[in-house]
T-cell receptor, first 114, second 114 residues
Framework: AQSVSQHNHHVILSEAASLELGCNYSYGGTVNLFWYVQYPGQHLQLLLKYFSGDPLVKGIKGFEAEFIKSKFSFNLRKPSVQWSDTAEYFC????????????FGSGTRLSIRP | DGGITQSPKYLFRKEGQNVTLSCEQNLNHDAMYWYRQDPGQGLRLIYY???????QKGDIAEGYSVSREKKESFPLTVTSAQKNPTAFYLCASSPLAGAYNEQFFGPGTRLTVL
């Protein structure tokens, strides 16, 4: 069965620190990949997505993610975090064989110290 | 203003009662989804619907039921058979069923069973 692993459950950083959140998935076929963010009290919203093409994708608010097919990974990065980045981040995978379903990881809570 | 609405935001019920959560979208999306979010477990798919009058079970459908009589509405009933119903429930939609689009989420309903 498909699964998505986010190994960091809670990450605490100071403002201006660099961020990398890990995401690995288990599925051998072609996939679409997503990062969603849930700010406190707000809707879950799309941060960025990868469907095909350049494996380095850029999203909103200065976030980017790199798809490394050989490692089954799609790590999220930001060079300099802000206090407003405090949120929960979810990695998600959609396989071409079951495109109606998106499998979500367990989430990483990011806390930024001002 | 297009979007997904879920009501109510908070819901309290006594054990043994069925309860129905509302989800409405005015985005003209074909596909709609229900997820359950528990701390440390991410989002788990309960049911999804790709077209009116049709729906499929997700990964944790036991104790839940849905209907899709109208394109814009996808209510979820949490029945007394659901062993642990207290959770945060998220409704989502996407433009085309089976196509490679992200899902758009509503604000969620927090259900507490006393």
């Amino acid at each position: 069965a498909q699964s998505v692993s986010q190994h960091n459950h809670h990450v605490i950083l100071s403002e201006a620190a660099s961020l990398e959140l890990g995401c690995n998935y288990s599925y051998g076929g072609t996939v679409n990949l997503f990062w969603y963010v849930q700010y406190p009290g707000q809707h879950l919203q799309l941060l960025l997505k990868y469907f095909s093409g350049d494996p380095l994708v850029k999203g909103i608010k200065g976030f980017e993610a790199e798809f490394i097919k050989s490692k089954f990974s799609f790590n999220l990065r930001k060079p300099s975090v802000q206090w407003s980045d405090t949120a929960e981040y979810f990695c998600a995978v959609q396989s071409y064989s079951s495109a109606s379903k998106i499998i979500f990881g367990s989430g990483t809570r990011l806390s930024i110290r001002p | 203003d297009g979007g997904i609405t879920q009501s109510p935001k908070y819901l309290f019920r006594k054990e043994g009662q069925n309860v129905t959560l509302s989800c409405e979208q005015n985005l003209n999306h074909d596909a709609m989804y229900w997820y359950r979010q528990d701390p440390g477990q991410g989002l788990r798919l309960i049911y999804y619907s790709q077209i009116v009058n049709d729906f499929q079970k997700g990964d944790i459908a036991e104790g839940y039921s849905v209907s899709r009589e109208k394109k814009e509405s996808f209510p979820l009933t949490v029945t007394s058979a659901q062993k642990n119903p207290t959770a945060f429930y998220l409704c989502a939609s996407s433009p085309l069923a089976g196509a490679y689009n992200e899902q758009f989420f509503g604000p969620g309903t927090r259900l507490t069973v006393l």
